[in-house]
């Protein structure tokens, strides 16, 4: 499954959300994801991330590892620049 079918599946599957997935090792198996929705408002990170990792869950034949950071809008434009975007 590519990068951006994973991001597809996540944004569909999270109200108002916006993924970036990468494959920084260019192996297809070992995956970061940045997911960032207003949906996790007031909600603990563990929850966000069981939210989009319940979006994915049959992938993990395929994905060995997932690297997975959530936020919520506001978070994200106060740290995304550490991230590079």
Do not use: C
């Not at 944004?11 to 993924?19: F, H, L, S, V």
């Not at 297809?28 to 069981?50: C, N, T, Y």
């Amino acid at each position: 499954m590519t990068t951006e079918a994973i991001k597809q599946r996540i944004e569909t599957a999270i109200p108002d959300a916006r993924a970036y997935v990468l494959d920084p090792m260019n192996d297809g198996a070992h995956l970061q994801a940045f997911v960032i929705s207003p949906a996790f408002e007031g909600m603990p990170v563990f929850k966000q991330q069981q939210m989009v990792m319940a979006s994915i869950k049959d992938i993990f034949e395929i994905v060995h590892a997932l690297g997975l950071k959530t936020f919520t809008p506001a978070k994200w434009s106060e740290v995304k620049t550490q991230y590079g975007f």
